[in-house]
C-alpha cells in the first residue's frame, strides 16, 4: 500500500528555513505527479507545491519562498521552506494528489 513518511518539521524563527522530506513507498514514484499539502489550525487543508517530472507550481502564499524537488532514485520528494513566516505555522503533508493519498504529516511552527 502507498506509505508516505514526512521529515524535518520543528519550530524555527520568523524568516528562517525549513527543509521537509517524504519517503514514498507502495507505487510507482515516477509515474505519479507529487505534492506537499498544509493545514493550519481551524482552516481547511489546501496544497501549496505540486511537481510532476519536471514542472512545478505553487500557492500564492508561498510562491517565491518554497521550492519542491523530487528524486526519483530515492523516492523522495522535498520542500525547501526559505523566509518562513508565522502564517505558515501548519501540519505540513506529503501528498499523491493521483492517488488522493496524504501522509501522516510533520507540524513545523514559526515563532519567536
Known amino acids: 500500500q502507498v506509505q508516505l513518511v514526512e521529515s524535518g518539521g520543528g519550530l524555527v524563527q520568523p524568516g528562517g528555513s525549513l527543509r521537509l522530506s517524504c519517503a514514498a513507498s507502495?507505487?510507482?514514484?515516477?509515474?505519479?505527479?507529487m505534492g506537499w499539502g498544509r493545514q493550519a489550525p481551524g482552516k481547511q487543508r489546501e496544497l501549496v507545491a505540486h511537481i510532476t517530472s519536471g514542472a512545478t507550481r505553487y500557492a500564492d502564499s508561498v510562491k517565491d519562498r518554497f521550492t519542491i524537488s523530487r528524486d526519483n532514485a530515492k523516492n523522495t520528494v522535498y520542500l525547501q521552506m526559505d523566509n518562513l513566516k508565522p502564517e505558515d505555522t501548519a501540519v505540513y503533508y506529503c501528498?499523491?494528489?493521483?492517488?488522493?493519498?496524504w501522509g501522516q504529516g510533520t507540524q513545523v511552527v514559526v515563532s519567536s
Open positions: 501528498v499523491v494528489p493521483g492517488l488522493n493519498s
Open positions: 507502495g507505487f510507482s514514484f515516477r509515474s505519479y505527479n
